[in-house]
């Protein structure tokens, strides 16, 4: 076989083994999902396997303190409607509804049915009640001005520009004036070794969403996020695992903001 056909061949090759590897990983996720914070647990005992991935989770900076942490930075508080886009597995959810409590909303849409029905039996089991929806982040089944917070965590990375665009805007429409998008995800590496992690940790998703993740990776966020309308309220780097992420909270402008500024 002539060599040039063997090196075609290896190209071809690599895509589609790398995505393999990638679904076989993603299995565990789909089976445990990510660590659950206790006061979510409460007295439920996670089993063998759970406990397992969870502590590998943790060891990559994938544990409960990032959920908490989005909830702290967010500022949320009890009664407030919140909701949560992406929501995988549902474990930032529902946290979330810990923290409103009983006189408080969550929300959460996600394009995953196996995901929601995992965890629409999550919200049953510790009996916690959350609307998890099928929702499109580009066309959430929301009307506007009804949300206090909207929550987005380690998903934006995955869209398009042009989808991270239509994103914000919903997320604009949905959130009352004055509420706030408490947003999450990965920010421009700072040196050598910020860039040569993100390759590591997640090289097997970004293999296929280079193309996605840029604008993340070029530091373009803030400044898209101000131009769909927001005012960026703080901005807050954080490392996982040498990976560069940014905390970032947009506020939506209150009828008169100006007058009083």
Request: aromatic share 8%; proline share 5%; charged share 25%.
């Amino acid at each position: 076989m002539q060599p040039t056909i063997i090196t075609l061949l290896i190209l071809i090759t690599i895509p589609f083994a790398a995505y393999g590897i990638r679904e076989l990983l993603r299995i565990p996720r789909r089976r445990a999902g990510l660590p659950i914070a206790a006061e979510v647990l409460q007295d439920q005992e996670p089993t063998q396997g759970q406990k397992m991935y969870w502590q590998f989770m943790h060891s990559i900076g994938m544990g409960t303190d990032l959920h908490r942490e989005i909830a702290r930075t967010g500022k949320l508080q009890p009664g407030e409607k919140v909701m949560d886009i992406g929501a995988g597995t549902g474990e930032l959810a529902l946290l979330l509804k810990t923290v409103v409590g009983k006189e408080g909303q969550v929300s959460a849409i996600d394009i995953n049915e196996h995901f929601l029905h995992r965890c629409r039996s999550r919200s049953e089991l510790y009996g916690l009640e959350v609307d998890f929806r099928n929702g499109n982040a580009a066309k959430i089944p929301y009307a506007e001005n009804t949300m206090d917070a909207v929550t987005c965590s380690l998903m934006a990375h995955h869209l398009t520009t042009a989808l991270k665009v239509s994103m914000f805007d919903e997320i604009l429409r949905v959130l009352k004036p004055g509420g706030r998008m408490i947003f999450f995800d990965l920010a421009q590496p700072r040196n050598f070794r910020e860039w040569y992690q993100v390759g590591a940790v997640l090289s097997l998703d970004l293999l296929f969403e280079w193309h996605c993740a840029s604008v993340n990776l070029r530091g373009e966020l803030p400044g898209m996020i101000e131009r769909t309308g927001f005012e960026i309220a703080e901005l807050k780097d954080h490392l996982m695992r040498d990976v560069r992420t940014q905390f970032i909270i947009g506020r939506k402008p209150a009828p008169g903001d100006c007058l009083n500024s």
